[in-house]
Each structure stands twice: as C-alpha cells, then as structure tokens.
C-alpha cells in the first residue's frame, strides 16, 4: 500500500490535518482504488505472496481482512464518534482472535479477561480498559501497548 514506512508515516500526519470532509472524500478514493485492483486478482492469484507493513509474509487473500481492520480500527482513532461498540459482532470476534495471535507470538498475557466483544477488542488492541471487563479475583489488568 505504501512504498515505505516513512511514506505511510508522512500520509497519516498529512491526513490528520484534513477537515472531516476531506477526510472522507480520500478514503472513499482509495477504497475504489482498491476495489479496482481487487478486481484484477483472480484465481489462483489471490494466494500470491504480499509483504506487511509489519514484514510479515502472507497471502494476498488476507488483504480484504487487513484493510477492513484498519479502517475499522482507524475510525475509532480519530475519536469522531467511532466506537469500538458500532463494529459488527463477526468482525469484533475475528478481531480479538487476530490480535490474541498476534500478542501470543510476541508477549505473555498471563490473565484472564472476560467482557463484551468490543471491550476486549479495545483493550487488546491497547486502545483503554473498560469497567465492563472482568478479571480472576487478584489479578489487575495490565495497559497493554499497541499491538501493531
């Protein structure tokens, strides 16, 4: 999506300053940009090999899962009125199992944690606790940091 990680850097610092309108024109853009190419991916193409902002190696049906969990994600982000809450059941289920993996391959949680759906996908994706999420007796939750 972006030649490097500066240029991905220097886009998210340019958008932050665009009115809400703007904002949304670009996203409406790129969303046909990307439409388009997901048209020319075909087959057996779809299991092509793309690289990750995070240098990771997957296959580029994986690219529709990324681009909905950023924008999702992102829209919370901008703390215009997106909530973690407005995610669809599905995603928020995938979500947390996706970011599990994720911190599972990079750090230990050694508590257990239960909670709505969108409360544990806040936290984990080290976006703020909530009231509603529920610890073994003893335990306190931890800040977890971004995961990406």
């Known amino acids: 999506m972006y030649p490097s990680s500066s240029a991905r850097a220097e886009e998210i610092d340019t958008g932050a300053d665009w009115p809400l309108p703007r904002l949304r024109e670009f996203v409406a853009e790129e969303q046909e940009r990307l439409a388009a ?5 075909t087959g057996e193409r779809w299991e092509a090999e ?6 990771r190696i997957v296959p580029a049906s994986i690219i529709p899962w990324l681009r909905a969990r950023e924008l999702w994600i992102h829209a919370y982000d901008l703390q215009l009125g997106g909530d973690f809450a407005f995610m669809p059941e599905d995603f928020l289920g995938a979500l947390v199992e996706d970011v599990l993996t994720h911190r599972r391959t990079r750090q230990t949680i050694e508590v257990e944690v239960s909670g709505p759906p969108a409360d544990l996908a806040r936290w984990l994706t080290g976006r703020g606790a909530s009231p509603r999420l529920h610890l073994a007796a003893g335990f306190e939750l931890p800040k977890l940091p971004p995961w990406l």
């Open 37 to 41: 190419a997901f048209d020319l991916i």
């Open 50 to 55: 793309v690289i990750t902002a995070q240098g």
